[in-house]
């Protein structure tokens, strides 16, 4: 870029200023990734390491070594493998998803995903497909594409893993975090199934989503992979904070 050009833009946005999705504050030469200014991004929260290697849940005292479980995981697990989360699900990080979904920032996808990979990059070689939890045909049709989608495709190109979508939703169902936690439990049981060509016998997949809440969506697209003889791992950017500091009964 020519100086010329870096002065006209840095002019356009002086006057018409890129705001930080979470504050609404101009960034003006502050901006961070995600769309947020330095101080909103700063305020991102991650998950600690020492949580649950299948629900995310903080673990405490000496846990074992790694991978590990909390003690209802460990009698009932879910039938994905492996959950890694990155954050919370609180601001400013849902302002961020928030962006995404409904606001058809399409950038976001990108940034996440390259965020995301950073932290999976040394263990590609676990998985032989990425795969995006499915949105309901005419939940789609409205919004007019999948966030998971929007996350998952650039994440398998960055870890060099191939990208599919081998699932389907054959009914829909209410967003999981506008519900009570028994509904959610109980609603996206029977929800998924494999595509009619969808061959997923013997392989590693990555299933990834958004928001982790319960982890019953997750299991449930998990459950429907496994049924084709599949092995699966999950993925998602953030946790309901809710679900990480939620005690195991």
């Not at 849940?57 to 959950?83: E, H, I, K, M, Y």
């Not at 967003?175 to 609603?187: A, K, M, N, Y």
């Not at 084709?228 to 950017?237: C, D, N, Q, S, Y």
Request: charged residues 20%.
């Amino acid at each position: 870029m020519s100086g010329f050009s870096r002065w006209s833009a840095r002019l356009f946005d002086w006057f018409v200023p890129d705001t930080c999705l979470a504050c609404r504050r101009p960034r003006h030469g502050l901006a961070a990734p995600f769309g947020l200014c330095r101080a909103c991004h700063g305020r991102v929260v991650a998950v600690p390491a020492a949580s649950c290697a299948t629900c995310a849940r903080p673990l405490t005292g000496d846990a074992g070594p790694a991978p590990r479980r909390c003690g209802r995981c460990l009698v009932t697990p879910p039938p994905f493998a492996r959950l890694r989360v990155l954050w919370y699900y609180q601001p400013p990080l849902d302002a961020v998803i928030a962006g995404l979904k409904f606001e058809r920032l399409d950038y976001l996808g990108a940034e996440l995903a390259a965020a995301a990979a950073a932290h999976l990059a040394g263990e590609a070689a676990r998985w032989d497909l990425v795969a995006p939890v499915p949105l309901h045909w005419r939940r789609r049709l409205a919004r007019g594409f999948n966030q998971a989608e929007r996350i998952a495709s650039p994440l398998a190109a960055r870890l060099g893993v191939p990208f599919a979508t081998p699932l389907r939703r054959r009914r829909p169902t209410r967003p999981q975090v506008s519900l009570p936690r028994d509904e959610r439990l109980r609603g996206p049981r029977a929800a998924f199934s494999l595509r009619q060509r969808a061959q997923v016998g013997g392989l590693r997949v990555l299933l990834v989503d958004d928001v982790f809440t319960t982890g019953s969506t997750l299991a449930a697209a998990a459950r429907a992979l496994c049924g084709g003889g599949a092995t699966v791992e999950a993925f998602a950017l953030a946790a309901t904070p809710e679900q990480a500091s939620a005690r195991r009964e």
